[in-house]
């Protein structure tokens, strides 16, 4: 049996979860609404406060998507009820990060300013030389945070670039001069 698959899903109170057929999952919440079709082989059902997912056989394939399903499931419920948020920290000599309306400006060392929309139902916040990315659906949240990096990786040698704030850059030892 997967271990994560068999675990319950805790639906907390004030959040409402609806399942349809086809597997068509809905989560309302105080922050919001989110709905994913999900594997048509699971068996979802809603008991008592609960979300449990089971599998029709314990062939591969259905064995890796009893995990998924559970943790989707389970990711939708956190989103609306308490949302998600990524930091990314800007690292570098004249790097900057603002704000303007719905609009990220990033100064990363480019002849011009990046300039990045929020995303409908994601919000950016800028702090200094950090950048909160929030939201209720955590595969949007994650892209979005993945996106802004790319605009500019840090860096192994000074660590110049945008990083997450819980990512440690693998430095490397730069070039010695002879003397």
């Known amino acids: 049996m997967s271990r994560i698959g068999r675990l319950p899903v805790v639906v907390p109170s004030g959040v409402e979860v609806t ?62 009820s308490e949302g998600y948020a990524k930091v990314l920290e800007v690292n570098g000599v004249g790097y900057r990060a603002a704000k303007q309306g719905k609009k990220l400006v990033l100064s990363l060392g480019y002849s011009h300013p990046v300039e990045m929309e929020d995303p409908e139902g994601l919000e950016s916040t800028v702090d200094g030389n950090k950048i909160t990315v929030k939201g209720i659906d955590k595969e949007r949240v994650g892209q979005y945070a993945a996106e802004i990096r790319d605009k500019r990786r840090p860096e192994p040698y000074k660590g110049k670039g945008i990083k997450y704030a819980d990512e440690v850059i693998r430095r490397k030892v730069g070039k010695t001069g002879k003397k």
């Open 19 to 80: 399942i349809t057929e086809n597997n068509e999952v809905t989560v309302k919440g105080p922050k919001g609404t989110l709905a994913k079709a999900l594997p048509k082989e699971m068996d979802i059902k809603l008991e008592d406060g609960h979300v449990v997912v089971t599998r029709p056989s314990d062939l591969k394939k259905m064995k890796s998507l009893h995990g998924l399903t559970r943790t989707l499931i389970q990711n939708m419920v956190t989103g609306v």
